[in-house]
């Protein structure tokens, strides 16, 4: 068990929805991130927040948005949902803003996410 | 760009030993680290280096040469529980994890 927490585990909604993932680091995990993985892909990194501020963005669509909230957990929001959306999206803590030694990122189980 | 490659998929046997390579280039350099990745799983660490060299952890090991912008993943007497992909990431010069594709090991008795 890392220590970081995601819901829901499991998701199936149709195009054109819009859904809502939730994320809670490690205690004392400053940085989170999200990453998609489609089936046999590699992981793509979407967007990183420190401490609630946006720190990075990746390949991230702007139909997706996301945002760290003071206690610092955080949420991705999907809109517009498309077929190729299905997938399974991580979110990862770590300590700082990736510093050496502080850069470990810890992930999540992951929700699956399957637009039908 | 910045880029890593790794091998799509390497076969190997219950009890033998793999080397995984990983090649990269990319904008600066704060060090490497290898996760392992069960199908369907999260990614879990396994290993960081930011000096050349050697770092030993049981069955598991990774090198790193930073002027040949390469590194390995040796796995020895491998376990059937090792069938997993192998995920190298490199931080640039922002700090920032530039993920590479992933190797596909499997595992044959």
């Known amino acids: 068990d890392s220590g970081v927490t995601q819901t829901p585990k499991h998701l199936i909604t149709a195009t054109g929805q819009r859904v809502t993932l939730r994320c809670s680091p490690r205690?004392?995990?400053?940085?989170v991130y999200w990453y998609q993985q489609s089936l046999d892909q590699g992981l793509q990194f979407l967007i990183q927040y420190y401490n609630g501020e946006e720190r990075a963005k990746g390949n991230i669509l702007e139909r997706f948005s996301a945002q760290q909230f003071p206690d610092l957990h955080s949420e991705l929001n999907l809109s517009s949902l498309e077929l190729g959306d299905s997938a399974l999206y991580f979110c990862?803590?770590?300590?700082?803003?990736?510093?050496?030694?502080?850069?470990?990122?810890?992930f999540g189980p992951g929700t699956r996410l399957t637009v039908l | 760009g910045q880029n890593i490659d790794q091998p799509t998929e390497m076969t190997a046997t219950e009890g033998a030993i793999v080397q995984i390579n990983c090649t990269y280039q990319t904008s600066g350099f704060n060090g490497l680290f290898w996760y392992q990745q069960h199908a369907g799983e999260a990614p879990t660490f396994l290993s960081y280096n930011v000096l050349d060299g050697l770092e030993e952890k049981g069955r598991f090991s990774s090198f790193l040469s930073r002027s040949k912008g390469y590194s390995y993943l040796l796995l020895k007497e491998l376990q059937m529980k090792d069938s997993a992909s192998y995920l190298c990431a490199v931080m640039d010069s922002n700090y920032q994890l530039i993920w590479g594709a992933g190797t596909k090991l499997i595992i044959k008795p």
């Open positions: 990862a803590s770590s300590t700082g803003q990736g510093e050496v030694g502080t850069a470990e990122q810890f």
């Open positions: 205690s004392g995990d400053l940085s």
